[in-house]
């Protein structure tokens, strides 16, 4: 795989705009969310749309231990993505990102 961004929240908003974007700059994409058909469809989207090569991965990002298995077999696949956008989840408090709970 040449360079690519792996995008959570890549279903739809933000990270599915991002996932264009990306798409456009020349970036293969692992994408990432709750809905594999959501994904689905932006990954027809995408690659029609770009040469570039989509990757979906059904991803919760609630379940911690989800996201440390995604992690491990996306750096072993794909190894360290050049671009990593976290998208998905709910925003939830006003502290600064190094003093959020990981819960959060």
């Avoid at 700059?25 to 040469?51: C, F, M, N, Q, T």
Wanted: hydrophobic share 45%.
């Amino acid at each position: 795989m040449a360079k690519y961004a792996l995008i959570t929240g890549a279903s739809s908003g933000i990270g599915r705009a991002t996932a264009f974007a990306l798409a456009k700059k020349g970036y293969d994409l692992v994408i990432a969310s709750r809905s594999l058909e959501k994904l689905e469809a932006v990954k027809k989207e995408v690659e029609a749309a770009e040469h570039v090569s989509v990757t979906p991965i059904v991803l919760d990002v609630t379940d911690t231990a989800a996201i440390h298995q995604t992690t491990e077999v996306v750096l072993e696949k794909f190894g360290a993505p050049d671009v990593l956008v976290n998208d998905a989840g709910l925003a939830r408090g006003l502290e600064p990102y190094a003093e959020t709970e990981e819960e959060d």
